[in-house]
């Protein structure tokens, strides 16, 4: 494989999005439900994540879903939602980007996109991706190596876009029991082979609640610049990826506990706005 | 996961292309070089496919490749290329698809589209080839499941095109020296699962010449319905895949000791047309 | 890693015992119950081994259990019950041995002694067997490299035991519908790496009887010189890997059915006494 | 399989050793080469383990190789250097058991006695250390499941023995990067599943020193009970395992690194004796 060219510089990206810089001193918060569900819905996620510190909502509107016949997301209605509530808030947005079309709708709605792992050499999307200004968090594939998912981001920067954000959110392995295998080897891994900011995803890796804020805090300390999680407002009633979503409860819970712990490690965490 | 729901039915399903048929009682020969690098090369490939019974000349013209730096493919040169060398030695043509501009440019050029593995699940792109007339190749990813590749089915099948070819071609596991575990179960699996005829492609799995064969055998012996393989005039010039191409007389030689074991199992190859 | 050297050589190994010789042109056909449960169970199997052309009787009177609190076998009554159905029908036996004491009390009672999986890299038990006289098959660990393979039975041969036979039996990938993924490429492998006789153990790979028979086809096509298959008298009551177990009935018909592919690819199968 | 019984119940379980404990509130650091090379060697390994604020000197002297024609270990002499080395300085001691004859050996001379990952399923191994009351440390097979992880667990418990310490030290993916994919989630699992202490191994995970201590401080920020590390005062020099090797000053600055992570988790780490 050729190495990538753009993708190597002295010093570390940062990718500065309104107020919130990711890749610096401070460990962000992205969080929100799996998918968009409803105006309520959101509104209850985002005062969730608000109150947490967290400063990026996130949201599907168009879902990659295995089967055909899988609830495929609220499509434009969703993204009103996700933006008004993201607007009530004062925070930022995030949803996935699966194609032209739904970059067409996307790139001027809402603040970064993310390409899923399904999608992850998705080169025409990548290529795409690389003509616009929005930042794009790029999830690793579930099997790709940390070189495949470098040279993934540099189809991104190759074509003039540099704000690129990776996320690890699990590889898949043999072991049954978590959705995945999060690898923190490779956040670790792309701090040295790379410049580019990398985030967690401990929901998607982990697929049960009860092992997620321990992950969370493992990412942080091995060096990840923010975490992507699952947050709603009713995680039983939600109509997908329910037994991986933290209440906000639980999401604030995790929040205060993540604080120490960036800064053991030399970062900062924001504080919840009423702290 | 809902349950593929178009995918079943009672009787097993065959493609018939032109004089072909795909899922019946003969086993189809598909071969090729992995890239259309020239006229000259596609020629003495095509002649090659011919003489071993081979019915479908594949060649690569857009390349998915691991780094946005590495050859992409000739594009719509080689299409013709492709053509022009099946048309001459009468044989149908398979190529992969990428996105919906190459599908635009290939719809109506070539007989048979392929998906390539790392777009198993681009759901759009699947969408897309449920609208048109092509049967599609779809190749395994290769970290998916027999489960999640036969969803992946069910889009274009959900989307009214029944013509749909599975194809194995090796998973990703711990093993170094293949360069990937073709995976001879899933063949037998999807025999069991559905209706869909499936293909093997061995060349790709193995990842190295001295162990196609093998497989190849292997495969027919398993039920595969047909072949796919990669045979290059001289693989030590090869713009991609050399280290494992056949030449057209190791191609042949191939073809001739696969013949017994077809019917052994039950099936039949076309013969070398001087045979 | 040191290359194995005892393990290069320029001629294939044959391996004879008795009147029956593995790695020659014979494919020989292993089989019986995975566990020892009783004298007329074990007449019956060997009935059944006998009548479909096999050479050798399995059965395990050591079982090694993931769990203390399953069944772990018969233990010496199960090593008499062995040995008298395969005198009845004059059938070889073999079975796993897991330790020095079970090597003590198997090594003048049964034929060959055979290395589970779990076991592949439990060196003293390897050169224990080292300093034995019967051949010995040795199990690809679950998770082992081909090279990683080769090197344990080179521990073996170093010893100054040259009856090593390698037994493929699936590797653990992320596939949940089958037990293990069945790897071909890796017998195909250490055919060009090694001079050792490698068989196939499809029962323990697919875990289900639907496509044993299939992956069995696929064994002999790919080149194995011999299958250890696991037939019960009465699957619905086995003890352990019930439904991975053909019944006698199954097992003759796939023994007729293998008999062409043995010939197409240039090897022989022995035919049923009766024949 | 069936579920662990002995391994159920309510509290956790710590295990006391000397002046240390495993699995209370205090993170435990054990330290040393990977082999037993030397008095010397060992001797200051010991200072260094010591200076950094450890409790445990770890030294192979039986060591299990891939190849029989690789370094084996000292045996009996390294056995000395080791204890002496430890004595000198405080230390209590862990090293690798093999098989029944090492058992004997080593049960009265070292403090713990470690399983390796290829002996996980060492059934005959397992119920030899239900026996003895050394403290056992059980590392996960490279691809052994949690499950499984927790019944060869079962083994030791059930013979009698109930201070196990399990230990995850990397899984078998298909990454190339790295040595092994340290699984974090895994040490997360067996905290709910099991009242077991774990702690882990980050060198054998990563076997590159570059992203060790993020590892160790992931590892500590997930919840375990210690770390065990390659240290070795000369790694370009170690017979093996040099390049995931520290030096015993790269240890004392991960040990002062990891302190304040161990706090913000709720847990303690002891001093440098000198501070």
Redesign the interface.
């Known amino acids: 494989?050729?190495l990538?060219?753009v993708g190597l510089k002295d010093e570390r990206s940062t990718i500065r999005i309104g107020d919130t810089t990711i890749g610096a001193r401070e460990v962000v918060l992205m969080a929100g439900p799996c998918a968009v569900e409803s105006g309520e819905q959101m509104r209850a996620a985002a005062q969730g994540v608000k109150a947490a510190g967290g400063k990026i909502l996130r949201g599907g509107v168009y879902k990659?879903?295995?089967?055909?016949?899988?609830f495929q997301g609220l499509g434009e209605e969703g993204i009103d939602y996700l933006r008004e509530a993201a607007a009530e808030y004062g925070l930022l947005t995030v949803t996935e980007v699966?194609?032209?079309?739904s970059l067409d709708v996307l790139v001027d709605k809402v603040d970064i996109l993310q390409v899923g792992s399904?999608?992850m050499?998705?080169?025409?999307?990548l290529k795409l991706l690389g003509e616009v200004r929005n930042p794009v968090i790029l999830k690793r594939g579930?099997?790709a190596?940390?070189?495949?998912w470098l040279?993934?981001a540099?189809?991104i920067l190759?074509g003039g876009n540099a704000q690129v954000i990776l996320c690890e959110r699990g590889?898949?392995?043999?072991?049954?029991?978590?959705r995945n295998?999060?690898?923190?080897?490779?956040?670790?891994?792309v701090?040295?082979l790379s410049h580019l900011p990398v985030i967690v995803d401990p929901s998607h890796?982990?697929g049960r609640v009860?092992?997620i804020p321990?992950?969370a805090?493992?990412?942080?300390?091995?060096?990840a610049d923010g975490l992507l999680i699952e947050v709603h407002p009713h995680p039983e009633e939600a109509q997908s990826d329910g037994m991986q979503s933290l209440t906000p409860e639980q999401f604030a819970r995790l929040a205060a506990?993540l604080r120490?712990?960036a800064?053991?490690?030399g970062r900062s965490m924001a504080h919840s706005p009423k702290a």
């Open positions: 494989m050729n990538p060219l990659p879903r295995t089967s055909p016949y899988s699966m194609d032209e079309r399904r999608n050499q998705n080169f025409h999307l579930l099997a190596t940390v070189e495949e040279a993934a540099e189809y190759a590889i898949r392995t043999f072991e049954p029991s978590t295998t999060l690898d923190l080897s490779a956040v670790s891994l701090k040295v890796a982990a009860d092992i321990a992950l805090k493992a990412a942080v300390a091995v060096g506990e120490p712990i800064q053991s490690v």
